[in-house]
């Protein structure tokens, strides 16, 4: 018997693409949770989206609907050869009530916000329950956001929108401008930045650096990032000041060694950012008290560029003023 103060209904049922899962979704999700003891949730489409695969789309529900929170949500896998989504209504039906059939899947209420729900159910024995179809509530779809996810962020939740956000990262020796270069980015490009966090420990530690402190430096850092691409005033970009592989190079020349999960943590750097600049040493060297001289800068330079370079990493390289780099990195990220 259903729980009357959960609901009206045994088990419900919501199949979709969620390519992307928007807040449509979701309100649909908490209508279907509110009303029934159990809730399946089938996500299908043939063909796939190579940016936002199958698992992927599962993944967002699990993060934002996770199991101790809400037990009476069931994720239904991944079944062979559904048919292709321009295949008319009628063969989705067939397919769907088969392959439930097969699973024991037998829902008495199907909630959908679209025109063909009310059919649909209606093959499966079904209640409809049809939430939001004039789009009031949440003026959006997943045809619209994948046209312009961008500048529709504002119906994604965080954790799905950064899926859609690239890391950018600004390389360059000391004193070639790369900290103020990246916070002047995230400023013009309206984004979250990402500052430098191996100054923050080296500041602490007045220099006196061991390998584990790199290791440090390098988990803290990408903490940061990860923190940086689910904030609320991300868009499209993060851009970071440094990298692993950078504070792999600072480990060795500092200390003679680094530990093997930096080296890990650097290895992964040639695929976690979709570009990479490194900042030209045209700008004079500034001595802060911490930074060594432009011999030495020199040298570290030329460690950053033969890094990228063994790690078959492409970049650009910047020249000019704060302003002239910016042009620079937006015609490189246009094209």
């Not at 270069?181 to 923050?200: H, I």
């Amino acid at each position: 018997m259903p729980d009357v103060h959960r609901g009206r209904f045994r088990h419900g049922l919501i199949v979709g693409k969620f390519a992307p899962l928007h807040r449509g979704h979701m309100l649909l999700l908490d209508a279907a949770l509110e009303q029934c003891e159990r809730v399946s949730v089938w996500v299908y489409s043939r063909p796939d989206f190579p940016e936002m695969p199958g698992p992927l789309r599962r993944g967002w529900i699990r993060a934002l609907y996770p199991a101790r929170l809400f037990p009476g949500l069931d994720l239904l896998p991944d079944a062979p050869n559904p048919p292709l989504n321009d295949e008319p209504d009628a063969v989705h039906r067939a397919y769907v009530r088969g392959v439930l059939d097969g699973w024991s899947v037998r829902p008495d209420a199907v909630f959908t916000s679209e025109g063909y729900g009310e059919a649909f159910a209606a093959s499966l024995g079904a209640a409809h329950v049809c939430v939001d179809r004039a789009r009031e509530a949440v003026p959006v779809s997943g045809t619209a956001l994948r046209a312009d996810v961008h500048g529709l962020r504002a119906f994604l939740d965080p954790v799905v929108y950064a899926q859609f956000v690239r890391r950018v990262v600004i390389l360059g020796a000391e004193s070639t401008g790369k900290s103020t270069l990246t916070r002047a980015l995230g400023e013009d490009f309206g984004t979250a930045w990402v500052r430098e966090y191996g100054r923050d420990v080296y500041e602490r530690e007045r220099g006196a650096l061991t390998p584990e402190h790199f290791l440090e430096i390098a988990r803290g850092h990408r903490a940061l990032e990860d923190e940086a691409i689910v904030s609320p005033g991300v868009r499209e970009w993060v851009f970071s000041d440094t990298d692993a592989a950078t504070t792999l190079m600072w480990s060795h020349l500092l200390t003679g060694t680094a530990r093997p999960e930096l080296h890990a943590l650097a290895d992964e750097c040639r695929m976690r950012y979709a570009h990479a600049f490194v900042c030209g040493t045209d700008l004079p060297h500034e001595q802060d008290g911490w930074r060594a001289n432009t011999e030495v800068r020199a040298v570290q330079q030329a460690f950053i560029r033969q890094d990228l370079a063994t790690r078959r990493v492409p970049f650009t390289v910047l020249h000019g003023s704060v302003q002239e780099r910016i042009a620079q990195v937006r015609a490189a990220l246009r094209s």
